[in-house]
């Protein structure tokens, strides 16, 4: 059965970096695209950034641009956010999910529990 | 940027009830569209995409329907497991996925 468990969130002060990580296991891992999607305590889902399954093709929202990376391993079927210069609205559960292609549409069929980015002095 | 905006936020409803839910694009988005529940603590749910076609699994209660600019998720008969927050989520636009605000579903 497919599974994504994410790992490496925690309490950050401002200005602070972090690398998220996404196991994948259960499907074709280099088949997919991913992504990192966030949601801030009590408020809505946030798009945070795409990568297609070779790595070759990336997207970031607005609010990620210039301060996240996404990457990708498909030896390790890992999917990775590093999260530099991290502000206090950056707190939020961070979800990585698997991502249909562009052929049938970029919607997420499968996502992980989250893992949580407290960013506080 | 694509806006989306659902409505109602919150919306009070009893089993059996037939809900419905409403999700707005600021432009036309064709049948690019889908919609998750979301359960208090746990990580959303796919329920349908392209607008109308339901993920496997899914119970037929749910259905969507909509094209363009409006859409629908309708629930034909509230079941006490479908108490959660609804999201639509437009991907329409090459390189930018957006999600609605969310609908609150909950107990009369």
């Known amino acids: 059965q497919v599974q994504l468990v994410e790992s490496g969130g925690g309490l950050v002060k401002p200005g602070g970096s972090l690398r998220l990580s996404c196991a994948a296991s259960?499907?074709?891992?280099?088949?997919?695209?991913m992504s990192w999607i966030r949601q801030a305590p009590g408020k809505g889902l946030e798009w945070i950034s795409y990568?297609?399954?070779?790595?070759?093709?990336?997207y970031y929202a607005d609010s990620a641009e210039g301060r996240f990376t996404i990457s990708r391993d498909n030896a390790k079927n890992s999917l990775y956010l590093q999260v530099n210069s991290l502000r206090a609205e950056d707190t939020a559960l961070y979800y990585c999910a698997r991502q249909l292609s562009m052929a049938t549409g970029y919607y997420f069929d499968y996502w992980g529990q989250g893992t949580l980015v407290t960013v506080s002095s | 940027d694509i806006q989306m905006t659902q409505s109602p936020s919150t919306l009070s409803a009893s089993v059996g009830d037939r809900v419905t839910i409403t999700c707005r694009a600021s432009?036309?988005?064709?049948?690019?569209l889908a919609w998750y529940q979301q359960k208090a603590g746990k990580a959303p749910k796919l329920l349908i995409y392209k607008a109308s076609t339901l993920q496997s699994g899914v119970p037929s209660r749910f259905s969507g329907s909509g094209s363009g600019t409006e859409f629908t998720l309708t629930i034909s008969s509230l079941q006490p497991d479908d108490f959660a927050t609804y999201y639509c989520q437009e991907y329409n636009t090459y390189g930018r996925l957006t999600f609605g605000g969310g609908t609150k579903v909950e107990i009369k």
């Open positions: 990568i297609s399954g070779s790595g070759s093709t990336i």
């Open positions: 259960g499907f074709a891992f280099r088949d997919y695209y």
């Open positions: 432009q036309s988005i064709s049948t690019w």
